[in-house]
């Protein structure tokens, strides 16, 4: 449930089965809800809002994953992102140029953003504690996820600025001017921090 007040529902098995079972680098859907979804958000729509949740929980799911790992934590501000969506609905211009995919995933990537700058603050401050989640070996090894894989990993080894523009470009279809809008940047900060992330990924899958 994502808010008493909404009643909207997010299917967290559905979503989270889903992005994991994603392929490296999936094609982007690139559709958006319709206007009078969006109008009906706008006005307090709970029917309408459900409709918005079901289009974009996916696309939200994904984007949490691949910055954050697997955990709790994705559920917990998936559940976050849309009760803010929702609460900042009356403010949003439906016919503004900014897609509403992206507006969703700029409270995503802060959020996420927020969450690994108070999780590096905990952990310096316990040292005890393991540095990241390990992606689990699957029960029978497959060849074809040996890469994905080691990709996976390497994302989760990159700095969360770089993670961030990676993710969105590469995973979402987002161009320079949508991410640096929902990260509030420059497009030259987007640029410089791909080239540094791309970098940073050779390096670590030169075995690959």
């Known amino acids: ?5 909404c009643q909207a529902k997010v299917d967290v098995e559905t979503a989270t089965a889903l992005a994991e079972a994603a392929a490296p680098r999936p094609a982007p859907d690139t559709r958006e809800i319709s206007e009078n979804v969006l109008r009906g958000c706008k006005t307090g729509s709970r029917f ?3 409709k918005f949740v079901e289009r974009y929980q996916l696309v939200v799911f994904a984007v949490l994953s691949r910055m954050l790992g697997r955990g709790s934590q994705v559920e917990d501000l998936a559940q976050e992102t849309f009760l803010r969506a929702w609460k900042a609905f009356p403010g949003f211009e439906v016919r503004a140029k900014s897609k509403p995919s992206t507006w969703l995933l700029t409270i995503a990537v802060r959020l996420a953003l927020s969450h ?11 040292p ?3 540095m990241g989640t390990e992606v689990p070996t699957p029960e029978t090894e ?5 890469l994905g894989q080691a990709i996976g990993a390497a994302i989760d080894e990159l700095p969360p600025s770089q993670r961030a523009v990676f993710v969105l470009q590469q995973y979402h279809g987002l161009s320079g001017r949508e991410i640096a809008v929902a990260l509030d940047i420059s497009e030259n900060t987007v640029k410089s921090r791909l080239s540094r992330a ?11």
């Open 128 to 130: 005890d504690l393991p």
């Open 116 to 126: 690994r700058r108070k999780d590096d603050v905990r952990r310096a401050a316990r």
């Open 1 to 5: 449930m994502v808010t008493n007040d």
């Open 198 to 208: 791309r970098s940073r990924l050779q390096k670590s899958l030169a075995a690959y």
């Open 48 to 50: 309408a809002f459900q």
């Open 142 to 146: 497959q060849s074809r996820r040996a």
